[in-house]
């Protein structure tokens, strides 16, 4: 029978329950979204005592399906103020579904000033200091750390980053080769772990007694179907886009559609985007060979692998992963067109602990405010220099993007609810616009990822420009949050929207785990039910309509090329929800 690993700060306790009912048939973002919301005060504050840091592998997760090696981690968010769920890719959740636990709750507060890590084992749990880890570079640690455990355990961690509580602090976890490259990125969740006196989560899934799948033919039936779906797709078959560019293939895309935020959100499409392009990565590790990897997966059995290792001059390691969003933020948002200077950003990121886009909307924001010009690598390297050493500036860069804004006197802020902008221009895209504006994240494409049908006609094709879209972002929403409470990557929603078949194996596979026999009503009521909980946790967090709205700059500030501003009426993204 699965389990929930409860874990005290305070005393440095740690306690196995049943899994109640209502949790039985939830795992991923419904499970940890849950959980927040029946345990976490709404108006506590997001670094003190009564906040709790809620690991759930997906319902999936730690089986044989495909993709599906996701962890979501909850709580409430340092950087928006409310509910949070941020997720990412690793052999970390599939050790920890293998060890039979549907959940890890972290409470508490600790008493001293020392930090701990946890070794979670399938005789129990064990707390160990950490201090030695604490104040180093992640890179640093982590060969220790798999020398010491094993090769074969997963880690999740802090960087220090998180250890100063930044709100743009993220969680990290390794990567298919023990690197520290994969995050829960958004939201300061790193922030929350540091206040708990939390440095790691070491996880040793061995003996562990597996997931439960309570009607193998169906599940069997179903993995088949996304299997072959997800291999015929063209973004996510072998040689498919994501397989040979990365997720950064939408670079060239994006700024063809006039919608790459540049310097800032200045304008739509930056003159170096080829530079900073998945292309131009792929031919990095071409011409520079070494340990040069495009197709890289970021957890045994992700059938897409979307993931990369680019190298430098030499073929040594330059950064793993950049990603799209790390890619522009870095890059074009910054007015920056050298790839080395974005995979050394992208490396100090992961090093530190540190979300890639806000690192990026930050640095745009101090560049803004003139504390360096636009295309200033050396200047982005320092200012992230000033993160690590936790200096004045580096703390207030840390705030993250709304934070440092204020601080800054900054005006055009790219941000929802506090959290920076990622990588598509609302007004030139109106659907992800609504996302932004009435996520319960904050500003999160992941939230309801309308560049689907938007820009790259998946799941039909609608004009970008169209502002009639409250019930496009609605059906996003939902059917993402279910994708995330799966354990599934979101990539393959591109062959579940496309293939009928694809998106019946995502069903039959959670039915055949949990023993139900959902429908597609189901899926998209279970969406619903999850996104309600966490708009009631904002709205008890004291979050009004207000803060479901774009930034006001983007209303009366013309983006070029297309000269659009943001015209969706507030009254048509209030119209998404509803009162509910
Ligand atoms: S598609 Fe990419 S992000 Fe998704 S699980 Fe695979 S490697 Fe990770």
Avoid at 10 to 34: C, I, M
Avoid at 99 to 104: E, Q, V
Avoid at 155 to 162: D, E, P, Q, R, S
Avoid at 308 to 331: F, K, M, Q, R
């Amino acid at each position: 029978m699965a389990q929930i690993l409860r874990v005290n700060m305070t005393d440095r306790t740690a306690a196995y329950e049943d899994v109640p009912n209502e949790y039985k048939f939830l795992g991923g973002r419904g499970l940890t979204s849950t959980i927040v919301y029946n345990e976490v005060d709404p108006t506590c504050h997001p670094l003190g005592p009564n906040n709790k840091l809620v690991f759930a592998p997906g319902i999936v997760t730690g089986t044989n399906a495909p993709s599906s090696g996701r962890i979501s981690v909850g709580a409430k968010s340092p950087l928006t103020g409310g509910i949070k769920e941020a997720n990412a890719g690793s052999n970390w959740p599939q050790l920890v579904a293998r060890l039979g636990l549907k959940a890890i709750i972290v409470e508490g507060y600790p008493q001293d000033d020392g930090w701990w890590g946890l070794h979670i084992t399938k005789d129990g749990v064990e707390f160990f200091p950490a201090d030695e880890y604490a104040g180093k570079g992640l890179r640093e640690i982590f060969p220790g750390l798999f020398e010491r455990f094993g090769k074969k355990v997963g880690i999740a961690t802090i960087g220090v980053a998180g250890e100063h509580r930044m709100a743009m602090s993220g969680l990290c976890f390794n990567d298919i080769d023990n690197r520290p490259s994969r995050y829960a990125g958004r939201g300061g969740l790193g922030a929350v772990m540091g206040s708990k006196g939390l440095k790691l989560v070491v996880v040793d899934g061995a003996g562990g007694p597996g997931v439960e799948i309570a009607n193998q033919e169906l599940y069997d039936q179903g993995r088949k179907k996304l299997t072959a779906s997800i291999l015929e797709h063209a973004l996510t078959k072998p040689g498919g886009a994501l397989n040979l560019y990365g997720t950064a293939v939408l670079v060239n895309i994006i700024n063809e559609a006039g919608a790459l935020p540049t310097r800032n959100f200045r304008e739509g499409q930056f003159e170096g985007a080829a530079k900073i392009s998945g292309e131009a990565m792929a031919e990095l590790c071409k011409t520079r060979g070494g340990v040069g990897t495009m197709g890289h997966a970021c957890h045994p059995g992700c059938i897409i692998q979307c993931s990369n290792v680019i190298p430098n001059p030499d073929g040594t390691e330059l950064a793993s992963c950049i990603e799209y969003e790390t890619t522009w933020a870095l890059g074009a948002n910054c007015g920056i067109d050298d790839l080395d200077v974005v995979g050394k950003l992208t490396q100090m990121c992961n090093d530190m602990g540190i979300d890639t886009i806000e690192a990026g909307d930050v640095i745009a924001v101090a560049m803004e405010a003139g504390l360096a010009e636009f295309g200033d690598g050396e200047a982005a390297i320092g200012f992230l220099e000033e993160v690590r050493q936790g200096t004045p500036l580096g703390r207030i860069l840390g705030m993250g993007t709304g934070g440092a804004a204020e601080a800054l006197g900054v005006v055009r802020v790219p941000a929802v609810k506090g959290q920076g902008m990622p990588a598509y221009e609302p007004r030139a895209i109106k659907g992800i616009g609504y996302t932004y504006a009435i996520s319960t994240m904050g500003a999160d494409h992941t939230s309801g990822y309308t560049i689907a049908p938007e820009i790259a006609g998946v799941g039909g094709k609608v004009d970008q420009f169209d502002i009639d879209k409250a019930e496009l972002a609605r059906n996003f929403q939902y059917s993402t949050a279910f994708i995330d409470t799966s354990g599934h990557c979101l990539f393959i929603a591109f062959p579940i929207l496309d293939i009928a078949s694809g998106f019946e194996g995502l069903i039959e596979e959670c039915s055949g785990v949990l023993g139900v026999n959902w429908t597609a009503d189901d899926i998209m009521a279970i969406g619903k039910e999850v996104i309600n909980k966490e708009r009631a946790f904002n709205r008890a967090a004291g979050f009004t309509e207000a803060a479901d709205r774009i930034p006001e700059f983007m209303k009366y500030e013309k983006l070029p090329p297309h000269d659009v501003v943001w015209d969706v009426p507030d009254e048509m993204l209030d119209a998404v929800h509803g009162a509910a």
